[in-house]
């Protein structure tokens, strides 16, 4: 029955959420209370989500690419991108909503040649020359220019041409 109704059963927990935010938030409380410290309920737990992958490999790796796909934008290229300079001991950090913002700014055109094509990140300054990973050393890049670029510097680009 539940199968059929979801929409419905996901609308009413919705509006039961709304309605009962201190209710949940009680209730949420008393539950990490009693099994934040418990142990055994940690390990049973666990136990029972590696039973699962290892019993649902390929359901669980199509969740996971799917989870890639959607969120690589927003999620998965930032952390990327954030790792990389933290390797690197850069300092800054720069968020989805930054790289959505320098490629409005950009008119969505490549900064070097100008053409309207997916931008891909690019450090003005590079990290390996001591540049951060701060909004104001990203410009975006066609892949093309951004792979002719690498850790050069713009006026070095620029020599070669």
Request: proline share 2%; aromatic share 8%; with cysteine.
């Amino acid at each position: 029955m539940r199968k059929r109704n979801m929409e419905q059963a996901r609308e009413y927990a919705r509006e039961y959420r709304r309605l009962h935010p201190d209710k949940i938030k009680s209730d949420n409380q008393k539950f990490h209370e009693r099994y934040s410290q418990d142990l055994d309920y940690r390990h049973r737990k666990a136990k029972k989500s590696r039973e699962w992958y290892h019993a649902n490999k390929k359901r669980a790796a199509a969740r996971q690419q799917q989870y890639r796909q959607v969120n690589y934008e927003t999620l998965i290229k930032p952390a990327i991108h954030k790792r990389r300079a933290l390797k690197r001991a850069a300092e800054g950090y720069f968020s989805a909503s930054d790289w959505t913002a320098i490629q409005n700014r950009q008119g969505h055109r490549c900064a070097h040649c100008g053409k309207r094509r997916k931008l891909t990140v690019d450090h003005i300054l590079p990290l390996n020359r001591g540049g951060s990973n701060w909004p104001c050393n990203i410009q975006g890049l066609c892949l093309s220019c951004n792979c002719s670029k690498q850790d050069s510097l713009e006026s070095e680009v620029i020599e070669r041409a």
